[in-house]
């Protein structure tokens, strides 16, 4: 059993950053694949960033160039670094752990945390 919790969310102006850590407890992110998915009022979780154990990455192409999915394999944390936030960034951010080699299948991930709340203002 994983269990994974999100933090680092917040309000942040147009155009600002923010840094979002999920951590692991219970077991180690070992072999797991570890993604972020975002939900906004009145739509279906989306697909943001992947990052395998072997430290490839995979980006939605609406976060590309502007958000940095990484781990710390060591601290059993991944990372999500957001710059140049947009007003349709907001959403609830999910991390969430999955040992497929999909990554981009919200189904496929076995593992969740509670979310943590991005808002962005214009």
């Known amino acids: 059993q994983v269990q994974l919790v999100e933090s680092g969310g917040g309000l942040v102006q147009a155009g600002g950053s923010l840094r979002l850590s999920c951590a692991a407890s219970g077991r180690t992110f070992s072999g797991y694949t570890v993604g972020w998915f975002r939900q906004a009022p009145g739509k279906e979780r989306e697909f943001v960033a992947a990052?395998?154990?072997?430290?490839?990455?995979y980006y939605a192409d609406s976060v590309k160039g502007r958000f940095t999915i990484s781990r710390d394999n060591a601290k059993n944390t991944v990372y999500l670094q957001m710059n140049s936030l947009k007003p349709e960034d907001t959403a609830v951010y999910y991390c969430a752990a999955s040992s497929s080699g999909i990554v981009r299948v919200t189904s496929l991930y076995r593992y969740w945390g509670q979310g943590t709340q991005v808002t962005v203002s214009s």
């Open positions: 990052i395998t154990w072997s430290g490839n990455t």
